[in-house]
């Protein structure tokens, strides 16, 4: 069974675009965070959502909000979508806050034309 | 600022070798320090974690050295397999939602 997954696993759209992608874990963990992944592989934290309590990281746009329906799912929306956008997006969970095992899905390929 | 140094970019081990990456931190509040394995194609997953109260952790054939002092860490992989080839992420983390600070990765290539 996948812990973590993610839906799609590959976006392809227009600039201008409004776009979600999907995330769900099966861990029971009370954290989820969304990772951005760019060209040259850098790994960078977007959001972290605990019991409802989202932390934003000061450099993310505001055209990209993550929306959580229940404790397991932590989707992630996007608006206006520019070229820059293109990157692989990380969906991952944790047990707690505590700087614990990050559990990550497998990723979805965005690319914006 | 990047709060997490990563070097070499790349390296390339003969098979049976010992591959060593190595890390840097900035922030002193950081106290959980993960390596991460990234084959192309998957997300990242855990190798092995560290907490600044020990030294050494190994793991078969995985280590990490820390050193507090230095604010360094490091990742030996001993008997290095070509299947050992891929991306190795070092990262730092902290207690609360700030996530995981990683470094930018070293790809990996162990020739046969």
């Known amino acids: 069974d996948t812990a973590v997954s993610q839906t799609p696993k590959y976006l392809v759209t227009q600039m201008g675009n409004d776009k979600s992608i999907k995330c769900e874990q099966n861990l029971g963990h009370d954290t989820m965070y969304w990772y951005k992944q760019d060209s040259k592989k850098f790994l960078k934290i977007m959001f972290s959502y605990n019991n409802k309590e989202l932390i934003i990281n000061e450099t993310v746009p505001n055209r990209f909000s993550p929306k959580s329906p229940d404790k397991a799912h932590l989707n992630l929306h996007i608006n206006s979508l520019e070229l820059g956008d293109s990157a692989v997006y990380f969906c991952?969970?944790?047990?707690?806050?505590?700087?614990?095992?990050?559990?990550f899905g497998p990723g979805t390929r965005l690319t914006v034309l | 600022q990047q709060q997490v140094k990563q070097s070499p970019q790349s390296l390339i081990v003969q098979k049976g070798g010992i591959s060593i990456i190595n890390c840097a931190y900035e922030n002193t509040a950081f106290d959980y320090f993960p390596w991460y394995q990234q084959f192309p194609g998957k997300g990242p997953a855990l190798l092995i974690a560290?907490?600044?109260?020990?030294s050494e952790k190994k793991e078969g054939r995985f280590t990490i050295s820390f050193n507090k002092s230095a604010k360094q860490f490091s990742l030996h992989i001993m008997d290095s397999q070509p299947g050992d080839s891929a991306t190795y992420f070092c990262a730092a983390g902290k207690r609360g939602a700030d996530g995981l600070t990683f470094g930018k990765g070293t790809h990996l290539i162990i020739q046969p």
């Open positions: 991952a969970s944790s047990q707690s806050l505590a700087g614990v095992e990050q559990f």
């Open positions: 560290i907490r600044p109260d020990v």
